[in-house]
T-cell receptor, first 115, second 116 residues
Framework: GESVGLHLPTLSVQEGDNSIINCAYS??????FIWYKQESGKGPQFIID?????DKRQGQRVTVLLNKTVKHLSLQIAATQPGDSAVYFC??????????????FGSGTRLQVQP | DAGVIQSPRHEVTEMGQEVTLRCKPI?????LFWYRQTMMRGLELLIY????????DSGMPEDRFSAKMPNASFSTLKIQPSEPRDSAVYFC??????????????FGPGTRLTVL
């Protein structure tokens, strides 16, 4: 599969541990945020999203936390499994005054799960 | 649903040749996006369409790049002439404008382009 970035920050965790992946976003006007997972050789896959009027949202084994004060987003993965190994991207959605929308992706974090 | 379909999955061509990448979005989706992913620049939005109309092409790097969406189920991204620096993985994504802001994009598997 393709390499998405030789210089990506890497988080290495033991199988069964919890993982926390962090993301700082840039635009205070962003009103919707998404976490994507990209496995080698595949396109980004939607994991979970959150609107700006929420602080926390939970899915199956994943939780997203949003701190608008410091423009910080985090993805928590409970009981990390080898299949969670991938590159994780946060994306922020901005509704422009023209009515258009723009989704901007972060640079990504590589998660490596050690058996 | 088969998801977003892209073809070819891999393309190797020589500098100066024309390259055409194809995408079939998820049926019923209103938006279609073309992205490029490289090691150095990450994931970049090139252009997106809404109801087959190009809305924002500010990410298209040069006039050598063009994109069309003749109907709701098909889009092409063309590079003419291709250059080695165009080598990247090109993703197509689609989304449906739901209530409020829930416009999650669903990505295709990508086309890996290598220009020699």
């Amino acid at each position: 599969g393709e390499s998405v970035g030789l210089h990506l920050p890497t988080l290495s965790v033991q199988e069964g541990d919890n993982s926390i992946i962090n993301c700082a976003y840039s635009n205070s006007a962003s009103d919707y945020f998404i976490w994507y997972k990209q496995e080698s050789g595949k396109g980004p896959q939607f994991i979970i999203d959150i609107r700006s009027n929420m602080d926390k949202r939970q899915g199956q084994r994943v939780t997203v936390l949003l701190n608008k004060t410091v423009k910080h987003l985090s993805l928590q993965i409970a009981a990390t499994q080898p299949g969670d190994s991938a590159v994780y991207f946060c994306a922020e959605n901005i509704s422009l005054d023209t009515g258009r929308r723009a989704l901007t992706f972060g640079s990504g974090t590589r998660l490596q799960v050690q058996p | 649903d088969a998801g977003v379909i892209q073809s070819p999955r891999h393309e190797v061509t020589e500098m100066g040749q024309e390259v055409t990448l194809r995408c079939k979005p998820i049926s019923g989706h209103d938006y279609l996006f073309w992205y490029r992913q490289t090691m150095m620049r990450g994931l970049e939005l090139l252009i997106y369409f809404n109801n087959n109309v190009p809305i924002d092409d500010s990410g298209m790097p040069e006039d050598r790049f063009s994109a069309k969406m003749p109907n709701a189920s098909f889009s092409t991204l063309k590079i003419q002439p291709s250059e080695p620096r165009d080598s990247a993985v090109y993703f197509c994504a689609s989304s449906r404008e739901g209530e409020g802001l829930t416009d999650t994009q669903y990505f295709g598997p990508g086309t890996r382009l290598t220009v020699l």
